[in-house]
Nanobody, 124 residues
Framework: QVQLAESGGGLVQAGGSLRVSCATSGRTRSAYPTGWFRQASGKEREFVAAINWSGSTTYYADSVKGRFTISRDNAKNTVYLQMNNLKPEDTAVYYC?????????????????WGQGTQVTVSS
């Protein structure tokens, strides 16, 4: 069983920064392809960023490109999402998800393991 735990969410003013983390535990291999998704109140879950198992390939939604950076430290079994220049429309619950295989994907239905989410609120 693989467990994911997000941390680092909170309240920040527009233009500020936050870093959220996703720690993997349980019956883990060395590294899983991992994605970040978010769900705002009353909206569908949407893709934010993803990273392959080695960290050599990353993907970003157009809405966060240039502001968010996904990275990983496989020695710590942790994936990070650095969020800069935050906007009120970034307010959502942020979920990390992991999948088997080597490649990451932007499609949430291809991820097997999900965390419980962490709230990010950006005030204007």
């Amino acid at each position: 069983q693989v467990q994911l735990a997000e941390s680092g969410g909170g309240l920040v003013q527009a233009g500020g920064s936050l870093r959220v983390s996703c720690a993997t535990s349980g019956r883990t291999r060395s590294a899983y392809p991992t994605g970040w998704f978010r769900q705002a109140s009353g909206k569908e879950r949407e893709f934010v960023a993803a990273i392959n198992w080695s960290g050599s390939t990353t993907y970003y939604a157009d809405s966060v490109k240039g502001r968010f950076t996904i990275s990983r430290d496989n020695a710590k079994n942790t994936v990070y999402l650095q969020m800069n220049n935050l906007k009120p429309e970034d307010t959502a619950v942020y979920y990390c998800a992991a999948k088997d295989g080597l490649r990451a994907t932007i499609r949430p239905y291809e991820y097997t393991y999900w965390g419980q989410g962490t709230q990010v609120t950006v005030s204007s």
